[in-house]
């Protein structure tokens, strides 16, 4: 092995090394209880034995709850999910890197992709099923895209494609669309013979991708687990289309696209003035691969790797965030340098400015779509590490945060110890998911945070609205204006046991103040009063 590989090796790990390092680095100082709560409650029920779907709220796929319930089972703590999320990412990064190698002539233009990946995208903000799909998705185009193609490659890739669906099942339309219209493609620019040997390579790529989903299939209908697989998988979606994207739904498909596309042009936000100049170069080459789809010496890659960009823009349809494209349709990168291998001075100089432009911008990524965690010199001066709670053992949060979850914590595990409350129950009407992870009690509602009446009716068997008539056995989270808090009145039957101030933060709802409402048989009510934990570290 010569000096020059040695340091493209060396520069390559450098680079998947400090995504994970990076990833891990900022989620430490990162508090987002809805997004971040959800995952983790799902990570926590899964290595618990609770059933998925039917106990647990996945909204997105079965393989991120059970990648994360693995990193969970392992850390026991909330960064053990951004620990194995990163490093998914990393392993995508690198996988686009190896198409670039085996596309790209010359040997640094692949350096010039895997560095713009980086600066485009540097870490994993959320321990979200987009980083978990990502390097299945690329390891499914490398089986497509590659030259030099077997059934057995093939079959692996489809298995690929199958397991990036079920960590992300959005990915489904697109997936089985790359598939059917590459492989229209084929027949389309290949002889007789060779056809031929499509139908077996594209044969064995539609029994890779259905063998993972029969297996899941099989799970579910072993575990009678199909109906709430319906009803989180397509009702629920159906449910967001309605209520949250109708601009899809109304026929404006690529309206949050389009609108950050032009934002981001008219404010001179390098990301998506990179990844418009990305789509609109794959896109020419879609549309010239089509005109020359008779033409003998036609480019086949780069034609199914630009129809693989543009249906990937998909997964940015609904919010156009850089994270989502970051994982998805920035492998168009390589159709780009491509396009430029014979003018190696022009891609030198798109190389140097973009890559420069983007790194003196990554402070800026909380107003870009890019990263909305990076946190503040206020934020990382003001953090300390959290010993208690347990689950959150490894992040940096500040005194007031780290004792508002422990007053959680340690009033719910009082409830549960007293024997006059009687209580099995417990109701979260706030969009917080990590009380999920912190109560003893069973949550009586179809997902760990509030979600609105629509969506809790999908599941009339969890009747958390007759528990609350009873009065008996559910506990109840809930928050209000905090001037509005001395007029607050129960729910019958119930009493406020404890409350609490919210903790003044971003992605934390401002001004409210926690209310813990219990049973009025519970004996430990007197008045109002807010419980502190013995000990606050």
Known sequence: MGQNEILRRSYIALILIAIISLSVAQGAYTLDPHHWGLMLSNAKDFWGGKLPYKDIFIQYGFLTTLVQAVGFGIGKNLLSLIVL?????????????LISVKVLASKVAPLYVITGLFLFHPLAIYPWSNYIAFPFLVLGLYALIVPNSSPLKFLLGGISFGLAVLSREGLAPAIVLLILLSFIYDLNVTGREARQDSLVLYGSMLAGLVLPLGIFFAYLYQHHLISYWVLLSIDLPKIYAQESFQYIGNGFILSAVFQAVIHGWRHGEIRWIFISIIWGLNLAVFI?????????????????????????????????????????????????YA????????????????????????????????????????????????????????????????????????????????PSCKLLYQKNETRDSFFAVLTPFSQLQISPYENGQTVNQLRPDLDFESEIQRAASIVILTMVPRIQFGNFKAPAGFAIYAHHAVPEEWQMPENQELLILTPQSCSGIQNVKRVIPPQVN
């Open 85 to 97: 999320t990163s490093i998914f990412y990393a392993v995508g990064i690198w996988g686009v890197y």
């Open 288 to 336: 010239v691969s089509l005109f020359q789809i008779r033409v003998k010496n036609t480019n086949a890659i780069l034609a199914k790797l630009s129809l693989a960009t543009l249906l990937l823009i998909s997964g940015s349809l609904h919010l156009a965030e850089i994270f989502r494209i970051a994982t998805a349709s920035s492998v168009g990168i390589v159709t780009l």
């Open 339 to 418: 396009l430029l291998e014979k003018y190696k001075r022009v891609a030198f100089y798109f190389f140097v400015i973009s890559s420069l432009w983007m790194t003196l911008t990554l402070g800026q990524n909380r107003w870009t779509g890019t990263n909305y965690f990076l946190p503040s010199s206020m934020v990382i001066n003001q953090a300390v590490l959290v010993q208690d709670p347990n689950i959150f053992q490894g992040s940096r949060w500040n005194f007031e945060v780290i004792e508002y979850y422990q007053f959680v914590q340690f009033t719910l595990a009082k409830l549960h110890t007293d």
